[in-house]
């Protein structure tokens, strides 16, 4: 099955600095990838995501970029604020009958004031 | 705006007791995942049901846990017996069946098993 590793696990980042966070995968049939912010004791939220036809997207202060060739996608957070202080998630889904998302481990973001 | 629902927000049992959590998705989802997120840990799937068919369970410890939707649309999750390292938060998330759409997250219900 699909398994996404997540790096780094923790992340410590000055105001005002970028935040990067990388993602791979292993199956190369997987064509969607969401990305989940989860604040403590809240549910996951989606933030951004990325369809395997686009090399990348942006929202504002958020960005994601896809290679699928080497298989791995990255978050990028620019002029980070207190508030980007959450755990991030990435997923993998690949669709075939069904939607099937495996998710990564998490980084846990801090952005320092 | 109506999300997806879950009951109860926390759980306190002993070992070997059992436990059923509840959900409700949002209206029109077909789909519906129940996830086990341990502390620190990115949600595992436990089970993913399409409309009242269960699509997923491979990662279910069958044993122990146990799922269904009735009609299509409320779901049930149940532990019998609980252990210790089930101690957990459960979520249940729902989407449409439409291929690659974002899933939509209830509060989830956190499990503790002493």
């Known amino acids: 099955g699909e398994n996404v590793e997540q790096h780094p696990s923790t992340l410590s980042v000055q105001e005002g600095d970028s935040a990067v966070i990388k993602c791979t995968y292993s199956?190369?049939?997987?064509?969607?990838f969401p990305w989940y912010k989860q604040e403590l004791g809240k549910r996951p939220q989606l933030i951004i995501d990325?369809?395997?036809?686009?090399g990348e997207k942006k929202d504002q202060r958020i960005a994601v970029t896809l290679n699928k060739t080497a298989k791995h996608f990255s978050l990028h957070i620019t002029e980070t604020q207190p508030e980007d202080s959450a755990v991030y998630f990435c997923?993998?889904?690949?669709?075939?009958?069904?939607?099937?998302?495996?998710f990564g481990t998490g980084t846990k973001l801090q952005v320092i004031p | 705006e109506a999300g997806v629902a879950q009951s109860p927000r926390y759980k306190i049992i002993e070992k070997r007791q059992s436990v059923a959590f509840w959900c409700n998705p949002i209206?029109?989802?077909?789909?519906l995942y129940w996830y086990q997120q341990i502390l620190g840990q990115g949600p595992k799937l436990l089970i993913q049901?399409?409309?009242?068919?269960?699509?997923?369970d491979s990662q279910l410890p069958k044993d122990r846990f146990s799922a269904e939707r009735l009609k299509g649309v409320d779901s049930t999750l149940k532990i019998q017996p609980a252990k210790l390292e089930d101690s957990a938060v459960y979520l249940c998330?729902?989407?449409?069946?439409?291929?690659?759409?974002?899933?939509?997250f209830g509060q989830g219900t956190r499990l503790t098993v002493v």
């Open positions: 209206s029109g989802h077909a789909t």
């Open positions: 998330a729902s989407s449409l069946v439409v291929p690659n759409t974002e899933a939509f």
């Open positions: 997923a993998a889904s690949l669709s075939g009958g069904y939607q099937k998302v495996t």
């Open positions: 199956d190369s049939a997987s064509n969607y």
């Open positions: 990325i369809r395997s036809n686009v």
């Open positions: 049901f399409q409309n009242n068919g269960v699509v997923d």
